[in-house]
């Protein structure tokens, strides 16, 4: 006569489901990429603090400020940013310390099991009903009822603080969507994940526009992961560093990182030598690394509204360099090797602290704008004569004294502003007329009483602005009748 099977007492079945009850009301399981981004905040947080900390330390007591107090507003910069950063810090060690305590659950959910199974062993077969109930939790305590449960939570739980689901991205483009407002914006541990799953899924291009939240001031060093990248944008958010480990997107062409607040660049900066185009306006960038001059492809190169009193000596390698933007900074003169970024088609210059240009300019062979308002200029070099290609020259709001005659050899021009040089410029050159193909000129708030008799050559101007200037001959009358005349 056959045994018959010993049941499993209710107690253990009732023991069981309350375990499986229990693991499903626990939070969503980080997922790798997430814990990853966590480790990644945690291993940044530290060196962003010192390298802030430090920043603030070298600010120098203004002389009105007492010591005493300067030292207490030093201490009060400081604690705020030990303050930011812990707070960074506890949402990437919050995601840890959760995976870390799910591991624990993994464990006694398999222990849990293996108990089940050798209960189930020696009981052999059981009652229908119960193995009934039985059957929706015991053979599913394993790795994959865990799997499903999470699923399940993903779908239907809202996860803790840092958990948002990084929307899918196509494998070669990432651009986050966002609706506007803060609670589009990522936090430091979402950049972070994104980071990890972009790396993986191998996109080039990443678009973060506007999409950090403000407390985001540096970004992680798993940037570096990156290996894939041609396009990155992190322009209109509030980015003060930026992570060494930059030099390791090697197939980098296009960085746009406008509109934040980035006081330097790493050395590793040097190292993007597959750029082409390059946004840095609009920061607070007082110097550019040494090792600038390595990024040899570029083509585009806007360092607009920032606080650089020098560029480079390196500067001269970036022989592709066809447009140059470094307006309202803080230059005093342009490094000689200047002469060298042959290519150059476009320099703007303006709201400056200029006081002359180089000889080398003109060796800019290729150089068709150049634009030098708003600032100390007194005189143009005469080797501006082999600007051959130039087409628009702006030297307004200056000190200039007099225009060389060697400039009439720049016969292409067809846009030339002096206008507001005020006491300074009293006369054109003689050989003005040889400026066969110039169609706006500006001599306006200028002290020029007469025009050279060459000015009859100019048969192709359309716009002549002369407003507080005391020309005399011709007669300010048949000058501005002359300007209608050429307008219609």
Request: with cysteine.
């Amino acid at each position: 006569m056959r045994n018959l099977p010993k049941p499993i007492p209710p107690a253990v079945v009732e023991a069981v489901e309350e375990i499986v009850r229990v693991y499903r009301s626990l939070p969503p399981r980080p997922s790798i990429e997430e814990v990853e981004a966590a480790m990644a905040v945690i291993k940044s947080s530290t060196a962003a603090e010192e390298l802030r900390i430090e920043e603030v330390g070298r600010v120098e007591r203004p002389p009105d400020v007492p010591e005493e107090l300067f030292l207490v507003l030093q201490e009060v910069k400081k604690s705020l940013v030990q303050l930011q950063s812990h707070e960074q810090r506890r949402e990437a060690l919050y995601v840890v310390e959760l995976d870390k305590r799910l591991q624990v659950f993994d464990e006694l959910i398999q222990r849990a099991s293996k108990l089940v199974s050798s209960e189930e062993s020696d009981g052999g077969a059981e009652d229908e009903g119960k193995k009934a109930s039985f059957d929706v939790v015991v053979p599913k305590i394993d790795k994959v009822l865990i799997k499903e449960e999470e699923d399940e939570k993903e779908g239907e739980l809202d996860g803790p603080k840092g958990l948002v689901n990084v929307p899918s991205v196509s494998p070669l483009k990432s651009e986050v969507p966002s609706s506007g407002g803060d609670a589009d914006k990522f936090t430091l541990i979402q950049v972070a994940r994104l980071i990890e799953t972009t790396a993986k899924n191998g996109t080039e291009v990443l678009n973060l526009q506007d999409k950090l939240m403000d407390q985001v001031e540096w970004l992680p060093l798993s940037l570096g992961k990156l290996k894939d990248i041609t396009e990155l944008d992190l322009s209109e958010n509030r980015i003060m560093a930026l992570p060494s480990t930059i030099g390791s997107l090697r197939f980098l062409t296009k960085l746009d990182i406008h509109s934040n607040q980035l006081i330097n660049l790493p050395n590793s900066f040097g190292e993007l030598s597959s750029l082409v185009d390059l946004d840095l306006h609009a920061n607070q960038l007082k110097s550019l690394p040494a090792l600038f001059g390595n990024l040899t492809n570029l083509a585009n190169l806007d360092l607009s509204s920032n606080r650089l009193s020098v560029l480079p000596e390196m500067f001269g390698n970036l022989t592709k360099l066809r447009t140059l933007n470094v307006e309202t900074n803080e230059l005093e003169e342009l490094p000689n090797t200047i002469g060298s970024c042959t290519s150059l088609v476009e320099l703007r210059l303006d709201f400056n602290q200029l006081e002359a240009l180089p000889e080398v300019i003109g060796r800019l062979e290729c150089l068709e704008v150049l634009t030098l308002h708003y600032n100390r200029i007194k005189g143009l070099p005469t080797t501006m004569a082999s600007l051959c290609r130039l087409k628009e020259l702006a030297v307004s709001f200056n000190e200039l004294e007099s225009i060389p005659e060697s400039l009439c050899f720049v016969t292409g021009l067809v846009k030339l502003d002096v206008g507001r040089n005020f006491c300074d410029l009293r006369t054109l050159p003689r050989s003005i007329g040889n400026l066969e193909m110039l169609q706006e000129l500006d001599i306006s708030n200028n002290q020029i009483r007469i025009l050279p008799e060459s000015f009859q050559f100019l048969s192709k101007l359309r716009v002549f602005h002369a407003d507080e200037t005391p020309l005399e001959v011709p007669p300010r009358e048949v000058v501005k009748l002359g300007a209608q005349v050429r307008e219609n």
